[in-house]
């Protein structure tokens, strides 16, 4: 079975995104184990705002957020925490899916790559796991706390490493943020955990 060309196309723009970013490059090479899983979409409240407010793009990132918002209503689009955690409001505007990884569109036991969406004023606590990860911000901005770094504002082509087990969060203010966010080692099909 092969995969849709939506999906192809978006596939097609994360490894020029990929390609496009030295943190990335050196993150992790290009999957070469990817198989399409065929998945069924599943939508969210907050999917529709990743086409209403993504928030501003680069020359460089214009075409990739395009590929995602033609994924909408495609793509198994989960949240992973519960309100009692994290909050009614949070839940209604944030939102990911896997485009590649052992849950993902696209099957690969190498990554796991997730397209993550926050509206603006939302506050993503402190939460940490064992594979080690890079954030890219494709659309919008937002601040990126972790354990033992400065905090930075990042926004469309900027990245973000984190380590194993390393604690971090985020914090959107005016702008919302589209994320491509890599991970490697570890396990590949964890969730988080939300930190003490
Ligand atoms: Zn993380």
Redesign the pocket.
């Known amino acids: 079975m092969t995969a849709p060309p939506v999906f192809e196309a978006a596939l097609a723009e994360a490894q020029a995104w990929h390609a496009a970013l030295p943190e990335a490059r050196a993150f992790c090479p290009w999957p070469d184990d990817m198989t399409w899983a065929g998945r069924k979409p599943h939508a969210l409240p907050a999917t529709r705002h990743i086409t209403q407010t993504p928030g501003a793009t680069t020359a460089q990132s214009s075409a990739f957020l395009t590929a995602i918002q033609a994924l909408i209503p495609h793509a198994d689009w989960r949240h992973g925490y519960t309100a009692a955690q994290v909050g009614q409001d949070f839940l209604d505007r944030f939102c990911w899916c896997e485009l590649a990884g052992p849950q993902g569109h696209f099957h690969s036991n190498q990554i796991r790559l997730t397209l993550a969406y926050w509206g603006p004023n939302l506050f993503y606590p402190r939460?940490?796991?064992a594979a080690e990860?890079l954030?890219t911000v494709v659309s919008g901005e937002a601040l990126f706390h972790a354990d033992g770094t400065p905090v930075a504002t990042l926004g469309p082509g900027q990245t973000r490493l984190?380590l194993t087990q390393q604690p971090?969060a985020m914090t959107t203010q005016d702008s919302a943020v589209l994320t491509c966010?890599f991970w490697r080692g570890g396990d590949l099909a964890e969730m988080?955990s939300l930190s003490a």
Request: proline share 11%; glycine share 0%.
């Open positions: 939460h940490h796991h990860e954030y984190h971090h966010v988080p």
